[in-house]
């Protein structure tokens, strides 16, 4: 058979005009792919097939459903889209099993979170993959605002229509989310579900990276791993974890683990002035957990009598205690979501003073 009867005859079943002999024969040439020998793609050319096969497909399935009244409704949604995309690209019956979970796992894997979407219907999806170097600023129907960093897609609908308001990612955000008590919003990835009501937070789950991520700025946030797909052998799975501001969760799905500990870099939660002039520091580690939202775990009596006279700026929490151990001969360790603060006191030691950090 020539390419460009293949390519009609893809045609009128993606249309949906296929004789039931012609769309039989082509349901088959998709099942007999199990047993083509087809090339992995490379990651890059996995990641452009990727950008492109979204945006195309999308615009396929909005055509369709514009015009759902002349042309009967798809029977096999993803079967289609796989079809589609062979017209799209000019790709030969081979990428068929590229996008089939059954027939590609690797594949499978790597779109299974844009592949989740719900079924098909006419409010239009959009699918937007960052190809800059730059961050990209996404706006959503609900003033809900997204922050897409580079190598990463979101899938979102175009109108929040469902009773919980659901987007798909693949690689960093910054979700900064309109509060609405009555509809959730859900950020999903291929390890992690991420659920808030109205808050500011960062999901990063790309699929090279053994764990995803979520880091909170504001409000509460609960994460739950992903349900396995239909099929998976059922097992033990992670309990879901609430985090509040500059808490994070890092879950790996090899080994079921949800692990809850304090973000890299805190943000400053409550803005003050960290200026110190001979004070106790006992009352500058209170400033600290007050304008951080941070525990600091901290011997009372040990740290009795001691004062320092300290100026803060713009440095990050932990550059803060650096200079406020520096001044002490004290240290301090992360243990979990809290910071554990060690000193032996001021004992003998002359009292540190007049220690100004450059700003």
Same mark, same amino acid.
């Given at each position: 058979m020539k390419p460009e009867t293949h390519e009609a005859i893809l045609q009128r079943y993606l249309r949906g005009e296929s004789p039931p002999d012609e769309a039989k024969l082509v349901e088959?040439?998709?099942? =007999?792919?199990? @047993? /083509?020998?087809?090339?992995?793609? @490379?990651?890059?050319?996995? $990641?452009?097939?990727?950008?492109?096969?979204?945006?195309r497909?999308?615009?396929?399935?909005?055509?369709s459903t514009l015009a759902r009244e002349a042309v009967p409704m798809w029977r096999s949604i993803p079967l289609r889209w796989a079809v589609a995309a062979l017209l799209v690209f000019g790709l030969g019956f081979g990428a068929l099993r590229l996008l089939s979970p059954q027939k590609s796992p690797v594949t499978? $894997?790597?779109?299974?979170?844009?592949? $989740?979407? *719900? @079924?098909? @219907?006419?409010?239009?999806?959009?699918?937007?993959?960052?190809?800059?170097?730059?961050? =990209?600023?996404?706006?959503? =129907?609900?003033?809900?605002?997204?922050?897409?960093q580079p190598r990463s897609t979101l899938r979102y609908?175009?109108?929040?229509?469902?009773?919980?308001? #659901?987007?798909?990612?693949?690689?960093?955000?910054?979700f900064n989310i309109a509060r609405?008590?009555?509809?959730?919003?859900?950020?999903?990835?291929?390890?992690?579900?991420?659920?808030?009501?109205?808050t500011s937070f960062t999901v990063r789950a790309y699929p090279e990276q053994p764990q995803a991520l979520v880091m909170?700025?504001?409000?509460?946030?609960?994460?739950?791993?992903? *349900?396995?797909?239909?099929?998976?052998? /059922?097992?033990?799975? =992670?309990?879901?974890?609430?985090?509040?501001?500059?808490?994070?969760? $890092?879950?790996?799905?090899?080994?079921?683990?949800?692990?809850?500990e304090l973000v890299e870099r805190p943000a400053l939660l409550i803005p003050r002035p960290f200026a110190f002039d001979d004070r106790p520091v006992t009352e500058v580690i209170q400033a600290l957990e007050h304008a951080y939202?941070?525990?600091?775990?901290?011997? #009372? /009596?040990?740290?009795?009598?001691?004062?320092?006279?300290?100026?803060?700026?713009? #440095?990050?929490?932990? #550059?803060?205690?650096?200079?406020?151990?520096?001044?002490?001969? /004290?240290?301090?360790?992360?243990?979990?979501?809290?910071?554990?603060?060690h000193s032996k006191g001021c004992g003998n030691k002359p009292r540190p003073t007049d220690t100004l950090p450059a700003g």
């Open positions: 088959q040439w998709y099942e =007999a792919l199990d @047993s /083509a020998s087809i090339p992995e793609l @490379s990651p890059a050319e996995n $990641a452009r097939l990727k950008a492109t096969l979204w945006r497909i999308e615009h396929q399935i909005h055509a499978a $894997a790597r779109l299974s979170v844009l592949r $989740a979407a *719900p @079924s098909f @219907s006419a409010n239009q999806w959009i699918t937007h993959t960052n190809v800059t170097s730059q961050v =990209a600023r996404l706006a959503l =129907a609900d003033s809900s605002t997204v922050l897409l609908p175009q109108q929040f229509t469902d009773a919980k308001r #659901e987007v798909f990612l693949q690689g960093e955000a910054f609405n008590p009555v509809k959730p919003f859900m950020v999903v990835t291929d390890k992690v579900v991420t659920t808030v009501l109205g909170v700025r504001t409000g509460k946030v609960r994460v739950s791993p992903r *349900p396995p797909g239909a099929g998976s052998p /059922a097992g033990r799975v =992670a309990a879901p974890l609430e985090l509040i501001p500059n808490q994070q969760v $890092a879950y790996s799905p090899e080994v079921l683990e949800m692990r809850k939202g941070v525990p600091i775990v901290y011997d #009372e /009596a040990a740290l009795s009598g001691c004062t320092v006279r300290l100026i803060f700026r713009n #440095e990050p929490m932990f #550059e803060k205690l650096d200079l406020l151990c520096k001044a002490l001969g /004290a240290s301090y360790e992360r243990a979990g979501t809290k910071v554990i603060f």
